[in-house]
């Protein structure tokens, strides 16, 4: 069975199941949780206890002149009119003596996950949400150091931040009717704070829902599956921008900005995989973060904004 025939077979059944999809769904786990193996970790509970911890890392990022090169590259496309907004990645080399099953413990997430001892990730974006036949998103655009005076009020205000996060929105809206009806915002940038190692970031999401048919579990398949890649880590227009970052970024993102979650018997939840620190065979650490372009970007900002990304939470 293909991925979406084996989301909508244990959702016909109600069976709970974990699942994972890597960012271009060319790799993929659905997994009854009665036989979850134990090198799968997960935690979604929002209420958590935040503790407070030593990162301990050491990081080398990738050069401001390379990185200006892929930036000014994707501005180009942008004035072509080839895309309006991207989400322009990249990859951190890190060293710490924390194993990765040590940092999963230890970091504040509203979505963790440790896949298999080869990834963790401890993300704060849900992608999808479904509870009595509604489903939620959250699209999350927009980051700024907390500790800078009137932090929230300058985000807000500030047109490319508004232009970006509008952009997602209407992005994701459509995508929302594409399974279901009576879409709607019910709630526009608002602002959370969110725990970045040794700082604190405010990001700015927005709330979108939709009425799903009953029986939606029969058809988990296709919901998925139409949802994906989530537009907040890629762009819009969705295909295109990904055929953009595909040949600008030149490297594989693999489970990065992919999606992970749990069906319960009854409701759905998913997370955006970001915040994602991997392991290769030989050990060695990289982290991959990024952030959204648009033609109002500027270059030093967002290169700033991807190291800010790179931490523990």
Same mark, same amino acid.
């Given at each position: 069975?293909?991925?979406?025939?084996?989301?909508?077979?244990?959702?016909?059944?109600?069976?709970?199941?974990?699942?994972?999809?890597?960012? =271009?769904?060319?790799?993929?786990?659905?997994?009854?949780?009665?036989?979850?193996?134990?090198?799968?970790?997960?935690?979604?509970?929002?209420?958590?206890?935040?503790?407070?911890?030593?990162?301990?890392?050491?990081?080398?990022?990738?050069?401001?002149?390379?990185?200006?090169?892929?930036?000014?590259?994707?501005?180009?496309?942008?004035?072509?009119?080839?895309?309006?907004? +991207?989400?322009?990645?990249?990859?951190?080399?890190?060293?710490?003596?924390?194993?990765?099953?040590?940092?999963?413990?230890? +970091?504040?997430?509203?979505?963790?996950?440790?896949?298999?001892?080869?990834?963790?990730?401890?993300?704060?974006?849900?992608?999808?949400?479904?509870?009595?036949?509604?489903?939620?998103?959250?699209?999350?655009?927009? !980051?700024?150091?907390?500790?800078? %005076?009137? +932090?929230?009020?300058?985000?807000?205000?500030?047109?490319?931040?508004? +232009?970006?996060? !509008?952009?997602?929105?209407?992005?994701?809206?459509?995508?929302?009717?594409?399974? %279901?009806?009576?879409?709607?915002?019910?709630?526009?940038?608002?602002?959370?704070?969110?725990?970045?190692?040794?700082?604190?970031?405010?990001?700015?999401?927005?709330?979108? %829902?939709?009425?799903?048919?009953?029986?939606?579990?029969?058809?988990?398949?296709?919901?998925?599956?139409?949802?994906?890649?989530?537009?907040?880590?890629?762009?819009?227009?969705?295909?295109?921008?990904?055929?953009?970052?595909?040949?600008?970024?030149?490297?594989?993102?693999?489970?990065?900005?992919?999606?992970?979650?749990?069906? =319960?018997?009854?409701?759905?939840?998913?997370?955006?995989?970001?915040?994602?620190?991997?392991?290769?065979?030989?050990?060695?650490?990289?982290?991959?973060?990024?952030?959204?372009?648009?033609?109002?970007?500027?270059?030093?900002?967002?290169?700033?904004?991807?190291?800010?990304?790179?931490?523990?939470?």
């Amino acid at each position: 069975m293909n991925l979406e025939e084996q989301l909508n077979f244990y959702g016909e059944k109600k069976e709970p199941f974990f699942f994972i999809i890597n960012y =271009d769904k060319s790799q993929y786990e659905v997994i009854p949780l009665s036989n979850l193996p134990e090198n799968i970790k997960y935690d979604i509970t929002e209420n958590k206890h935040y503790v407070q911890h030593n990162q301990n890392l050491i990081k080398k990022h990738l050069s401001f002149d390379d990185y200006k090169k892929k930036f000014f590259q994707l501005k180009n496309e942008i004035i072509n009119g080839n895309t309006y907004l +991207a989400n322009l990645t990249s990859q951190t080399k890190i060293k710490t003596p924390l194993s990765l099953n040590e940092i999963y413990e230890i +970091a504040n997430a509203k979505f963790k996950l440790n896949y298999k001892d080869k990834f963790i990730c401890f993300s704060p974006e849900r992608f999808c949400k479904i509870k009595k036949n509604k489903i939620y998103t959250y699209p999350m655009k927009g !980051t700024i150091n907390a500790k800078i %005076s009137n +932090a929230e009020q300058i985000i807000l205000e500030d047109k490319k931040e508004l +232009a970006e996060h !509008t952009m997602i929105v209407d992005l994701l809206r459509n995508d929302l009717s594409i399974v %279901s009806k009576k879409v709607k915002v019910e709630k526009f940038r608002y602002c959370e704070n969110i725990k970045a190692g040794d700082k604190e970031l405010i990001q700015v999401s927005s709330k979108i %829902s939709g009425e799903l048919e009953k029986n939606w579990e029969k058809r988990i398949g296709q919901i998925i599956g139409s949802l994906l890649p989530a537009g907040s880590i890629t762009g819009t227009p969705k295909r295109k921008t990904v055929q953009i970052l595909d040949e600008i970024e030149k490297y594989d993102r693999g489970y990065f900005t992919g999606v992970f979650g749990i069906y =319960d018997g009854e409701a759905l939840d998913s997370s955006v995989i970001i915040r994602y620190l991997e392991k290769d065979n030989d050990g060695n650490l990289t982290y991959k973060s990024g952030g959204g372009i648009t033609s109002d970007s500027d270059v030093y900002k967002e290169y700033q904004e991807m190291c800010d990304k790179v931490y523990i939470p």
